[in-house]
C-alpha cells in the first residue's frame, strides 16, 4: 500500500464521485468523499456467503437518468470485466437499493443489474487482489463503470490512489436453493445489530447506556474491538430491525445504523447508496 498517499487522500477528504456529481436532498455532502481513517484487520474480512432470500425491495426494473435497467432473475454464472469505483461518506448510514443502511467500512457493492443480494469475487486486474462483496445496491450509473465498491473493499483492492480499476466480477454460487421453511426461519432470526456510536473510551459508552431508556437498555450491548468500543442493540430480526432503527434515531442518535450480528460477533463490528 502507498501509505503517505493514502494518508494525504484520507485527511483531505478526497472526493471521488461514484454514483453522480449531481448533490440530492437526501445527503448532507454535495460530493463523495473518503473517511478519515482507514479500514482496521476485522472490517477487511471478505464477506462470507450465505443462502438468503431474494430482497423485497430493489429487485424490480428500473429507470434511472434516461436509462432502463433490467435486473437479473439469477447471477448464477455471472462474470464481467470492466471498471470499478467506489463510494464513502456522502452514502455513509443512508438506506441502500435493498432497504438496508450503507457502511462503507463493510464488504458491500452496487450493481446496477444483480439480484439484491448477491455474493461477487471482485479481482483487481492490475494486482491480481481480490476481494468478496455481498452485492446489496444499485449504481453506478456512469457507463464506463460495472461496480461501485465500499471504501473498504475498495482499500483491500489498493485502488483508492486511483479511484477506478479494471476488474473482474465473478458471482459465488451457493449450488442448491434455500427451501421456503428455511428462508422464513433465516428471515425471523435474531440476525441484526443497531450500532449507535463508537468511541476509545469505554466510560462514554457505559454513561450513555446507562442513560438510554428502560427499553433500549434491556437490549443494549459493547463491544470492543481494536481499540474502539461500540454500543450496540440488539440482536433482532430483519423486519425488528428497521422499527428499533427508527425509534432509537428518533431518540437522539440520528447516525445509528444497522449491522448484520454476524459482522460483530467474532472480534469485529461495525452501515448503504441509493441513488
Known sequence: MKWNSLLILLLSTFLLSSCSNSPTGRY?????????????????????????????????????????????????????EGYASWYGNKFHGHLTSNG??????SMSAAHTRLPLPTYVKVTNLRNDRSVVVRVNDRGPFHPERIIDLSFAAAYKLDMLDSGTAPVKIEAISLNTPMPAAQKTAAENRPDYLIQLVASSNPDRL?????????????????????????????????????????????????????????????DTPDAKHQN
Open 28 to 80: 448532507s455532502q454535495h460530493k463523495d468523499s473518503a473517511p478519515t481513517r482507514l479500514p482496521n484487520e476485522s472490517e477487511l474480512r471478505n464477506a462470507v456467503p450465505v443462502h438468503e432470500p431474494i430482497s423485497p425491495q430493489g429487485n424490480r426494473d428500473y429507470r434511472v437518468l434516461g436509462n432502463d435497467y433490467e435486473v437479473m432473475e439469477s447471477a448464477a454464472g455471472y462474470v464481467e
Open 100 to 105: 438496508e443502511y450503507y457502511d462503507m467500512y
Open 206 to 266: 457505559s454513561q450513555l447506556k446507562h442513560d438510554l431508556p428502560p427499553k433500549f437498555q434491556e437490549i443494549a450491548t459493547t463491544e470492543q474491538s481494536h481499540g474502539l468500543h461500540k454500543l450496540m442493540l440488539g440482536p433482532v430480526s430483519e423486519d425488528d430491525s428497521y422499527d428499533l432503527l427508527e425509534q432509537i434515531r428518533s431518540s437522539g442518535y440520528p447516525e445509528a445504523f444497522r449491522v448484520k450480528a454476524a459482522q460483530s460477533q467474532s
